[in-house]
């Protein structure tokens, strides 16, 4: 039998918010969707919040994820900003609570670091990267880059929980050698290069 989980990822905004659903089969990535909501149309903040935290119920009820993985407001000069962001992010993170689903929150630096290897990336090396390690089709991708910024925390959080539970915990570097011979080079081999 295959070994399935449905990870949803969220980039929160109160103009844009993106999401992306990776589907993981036999702890492979696979991309099932991905959007963008577009809030910049309303112009009552309160509004904006109920609008993604009726649209975060609606992707749990279609998609049944079992993890939410979402970007963390970066800390920024505009404070008004910054709070309306924080409240974005915490209409998403209620919605996901109210459905008993795990959060698990990341930096925009680690998200970038995880999926580029630069955590300093722009957002369409972001979205370049992505389509090549999900071999997603040109016509699949979304020109909204914030689209491509809810799948990279989705796939942030699949890298991210992989390393904790694939990863043996050793007490000391004899007990990983010992478990490890075939990564480990002795002495000998290596002076005979």
Not at 83 to 88: E, F, H, I, N
Request: glycine fraction near 8%.
């Amino acid at each position: 039998m295959r070994k399935e989980r449905i990870i949803m990822g969220i980039d929160p905004g109160t103009q844009v918010m993106g999401y992306g659903i990776l589907r993981v089969l036999d702890n492979k990535p696979y991309l099932e969707a991905m959007g963008v909501m577009q809030l910049g149309k309303y112009d009552d903040h309160y509004l904006k919040l109920a609008k993604i935290y009726a649209r975060v119920i609606g992707l749990i009820e279609e998609y049944l994820p079992d993890e939410l993985a979402i970007e963390a407001p970066f800390f920024g000069k505009n404070v008004q900003s910054m709070l309306k962001l924080g409240r974005a992010q915490g209409v998403a993170m209620a919605a996901a609570i109210s459905r008993d689903i795990p959060i698990f929150e990341y930096a925009p630096l680690k998200i970038k670091m995880a999926i580029t290897g630069n955590g300093r990336a722009a957002k369409e090396q972001v979205a370049y990267m992505l389509q090549k390690l999900l071999h997603i089709p040109d016509e699949n991708m979304l020109p909204q880059l914030d689209a491509s910024d809810g799948l990279a925390a989705a796939l942030c959080h699949f890298y991210q929980s992989n390393i904790s539970t694939d990863e043996k915990k050793y007490k000391s570097w004899k007990e990983y050698a010992n478990h490890n011979p075939e990564k480990v080079k002795s002495a000998g081999k290596r002076e005979q290069r």
